[in-house]
């Protein structure tokens, strides 16, 4: 009898009450949430928040999207990472959504977003100014390969890929390994993070470009984030970049590295480390590094060049517009 009870009770209960939501992930701008139109970078001019009407000074700001409708913000002075911010201390701010506004909060600042366009005001009550999205783009964007380089991928194919999958709309896909090895070498290649807003940390739009399959210049979405050591445009665990360039998810970046191979002598002994500079949507990050050991679960150093690797780390990361110049 309780046997029976027990089993009608199951069968009552709907088994949705016990599932959960899958974690929203879109690699298509196309396929986006309610969130995702209040994410970007917000630019312009705000007043002194002592209420006088003089001395406009820039400001920026970074709203991320963190799924549900929550958001945080990341407040700069004088201009956003790359375009006027004087690495001062940031202000931070936290908010959600509210149908068609997100109101964010912070000690010091508040904020309003609603139709493309941010109004800060200061704790004292005054409207300090109101200004719009905006969308940056890296100057090598689409930069067009030298006579001189040796093209890799312009979407037509992945023939120069091991394991090189190619989507629909003419992408490569994360997990592609050149065929090709080089030794010292200019690499262009441009990315596009997934929209992934309830992922964090290592498990937002990771990938990486493996270089020589040793040193990983790392591809995350650090969007807003500090720049950390496993962050986009850090030598994975190794090296911060010198400033967080990473722009918001679904837009196109560019990496431009500048590579050369460590020295070994005819021993096989390491005599010169390998030296490396990078660009991150043209911003310099990296200059001239002094490379001292492979990164990760890089190979070890050795005199042979293993090819470059666009890693696998299950998301859906996509590639584009990839060309290597030989020093």
């Known amino acids: 009898m309780r046997s029976s009870v027990a089993l009608l009770i199951l069968l009552l209960v709907p088994t949705t009450s016990f599932a959960q939501d899958k974690p929203f992930v879109s690699a298509d701008p196309g396929n986006v949430d309610e969130?995702?139109?209040?994410?970007?970078?917000?630019?312009?001019?705000?007043?002194?928040?002592?209420?006088?009407?003089?001395?406009?000074?820039?400001?920026?700001?970074?709203?991320?999207?963190?799924?549900n409708g929550e958001f945080d913000a990341v407040v700069f002075n004088h201009g956003l990472p790359g375009a006027g911010w004087d690495k001062s201390e940031k202000q931070?701010?936290?908010?959600?959504?509210?149908?068609?506004?997100?109101?964010?909060?912070?000690e010091t600042l508040t904020g309003e977003i609603t139709a493309g366009h941010l109004l800060l005001k200061s704790y004292r009550g005054y409207n300090l100014g109101r200004f719009p999205r905006v969308v940056r783009t890296s100057p090598t964007l689409g930069c067009r390969a030298p006579r001189n380089a040796i093209v890799l991928f312009d979407g037509s194919d992945a023939d120069e890929f091991t394991n090189g999958r190619v989507t629909e709309n003419n992408l490569l896909m994360e997990g592609a390994d050149f065929k090709r090895t080089f030794e010292d070498f200019t690499l262009h290649v441009e990315f596009r993070l997934p929209y992934m807003p309830n992922s964090r940390g290592q498990k937002r739009s990771n990938s990486g470009v493996y270089l020589q399959s040793r040193y990983e210049?790392?591809?995350?979405?650090?969007?807003?984030?500090?720049?950390?050591?496993?962050?986009?445009?850090?030598?994975?665990?190794?090296?911060?970049?010198?400033?967080?360039?990473?722009?918001?998810?679904?837009?196109?970046?560019?990496?431009?590295?500048?590579f050369r191979s460590p020295r070994f002598d005819?021993?096989?002994?390491?005599?010169?480390?390998?030296?490396?500079?990078?660009?991150?949507?043209?911003?310099?990050i990296h200059n001239n590094f002094n490379v001292e050991r492979k990164t990760g679960a890089?190979?070890?150093?050795?005199?042979?060049?293993?090819?470059?690797?666009?890693?696998?780390?299950?998301?859906?990361?996509?590639?584009?517009?990839?060309?290597?110049?030989?020093?």
């Not at 002994?269 to 990078?278: D, F, G, Y």
């Open 35 to 67: 969130d995702f139109p209040f994410q970007g970078e917000y630019s312009g001019l705000i007043l002194p928040d002592d209420g006088r009407t003089a001395g406009l000074e820039r400001i920026g700001v970074q709203v991320i999207a963190l799924g």
């Open 298 to 327: 890089g190979k070890p150093e050795s005199p042979e060049a293993f090819p470059i690797r666009l890693q696998n780390h299950s998301d859906p990361v996509r590639f584009r517009n990839i060309w290597v110049v030989e020093h």
């Open 217 to 258: 210049v790392q591809v995350l979405d650090s969007f807003g984030l500090e720049g950390a050591f496993n962050e986009c445009g850090a030598l994975y665990r190794y090296q911060v970049p010198d400033i967080n360039m990473c722009l918001p998810p679904l837009q196109w970046q560019t990496y431009d590295i500048t």
């Open 92 to 106: 931070r701010l936290k908010g959600s959504r509210n149908g068609d506004t997100v109101i964010l909060t912070g």
């Open 266 to 284: 005819e021993e096989g002994k390491k005599i010169k480390n390998a030296r490396l500079t990078v660009r991150h949507n043209g911003v310099l």
